[in-house]
């Protein structure tokens, strides 16, 4: 699974730098390209992998991909700053605000959510307007008020509730922060081929949890220099998380009931989507 992903954020990382090279050089673009590198691209492999599901063109695909690793590179430099997250080390590196500087972050963090729309609807994908369209209209709905934003809304404002969030609460918070952009990732696929996007989304709703649950693993068990940013930093906070609630056992129980169902969602494919299952596997078995 590994090496199916380092290929695929190879030829996303690849596509990233010729468009980056077309922009001014200054700070901001530096800090995009700063931004934008390293990774799993898990996301960017969930778009190529459905779109390779429905036999897309995979030159095609490669668009979107890099628009979701653009937006994902966004909502990351956005919640290290101090008025979020305040994290001075991301992938390993210094944070983008850190490394540069405020201003320079918020900037950085602009032009990428623009980077990701701009390569989403780009003619040169080679998609038909009306696929381009959906495609962007559907991930601003996953980015926004009602997806990732609104997630992060919440997640800010249980860090000052009287009252620990419940199960139930931090699973509807985790479906916007984290699930909403792999549902999309996951869809892109099918809506590329104007297909029932269906079975995917089921599979990306309980892979989103899983990963979440997972990372929240990592944030108990995980050593900071392996995950690359700080770890035990909501259990510092009292902040309610799947392992305060679930425990330890209970919760990397839960993702592997998840990763079961996501596998399951995929029957309709049959063993063309064994890549995808792959993926759910080594989302709740990764370290970092």
Do not use: N
Request: charged letters at 25%; aromatic letters at 4%; glycine letters at 10%.
């Amino acid at each position: 699974m590994q090496d199916r992903l380092a290929a695929e954020a190879r030829a996303i990382q690849a596509q990233l730098d010729l468009v980056l090279g077309t922009f001014p050089p200054g700070p901001v673009t530096e800090g995009m390209g700063y931004a934008t590198r390293g990774g799993k691209r898990i996301r960017g492999f969930l778009v190529m992998e459905s779109a390779r599901l429905h036999g897309v063109d995979m030159a095609a695909a490669l668009w979107p991909a890099c628009a979701i690793e653009a937006l994902h590179a966004y909502s990351l430099v956005h919640d290290d700053l101090p008025a979020m997250d305040d994290d001075d080390l991301r992938r390993g590196q210094p944070t983008v605000h850190v490394r540069w500087d405020e201003a320079t972050a918020i900037l950085v963090g602009d032009a990428l959510h623009s980077l990701a729309f701009e390569m989403v609807s780009d003619p040169q994908t080679g998609l038909s307007a009306g696929v381009r369209a959906e495609l962007a209209h559907t991930l601003a709905r996953a980015a926004g008020g009602q997806g990732m934003v609104l997630g992060q809304a919440r997640d800010i404002a249980a860090e000052s509730a009287d009252v620990p969030l419940t199960l139930d609460e931090i699973t509807t918070l985790q479906e916007g922060k984290t699930g909403a952009l792999i549902e999309w990732a996951a869809t892109a696929g099918a809506r590329m081929a104007r297909a029932d996007p269906a079975p995917l989304l089921a599979y990306a709703r309980a892979l989103g949890l899983a990963f979440q649950i997972q990372d929240d693993v990592i944030d108990v068990t995980g050593d900071a220099a392996q995950v690359g940013k700080a770890v035990g930093k909501d259990a510092a906070a009292g902040k309610a998380t799947f392992v305060s609630l679930l425990g330890l056992e209970g919760a990397k129980t839960r993702a592997a009931t998840l990763v079961e169902i996501a596998c399951d969602a995929l029957s309709v494919y049959e063993t063309r989507a064994d890549s995808l299952r792959d993926l759910a596997r080594f989302v709740i078995s990764r370290d970092s």
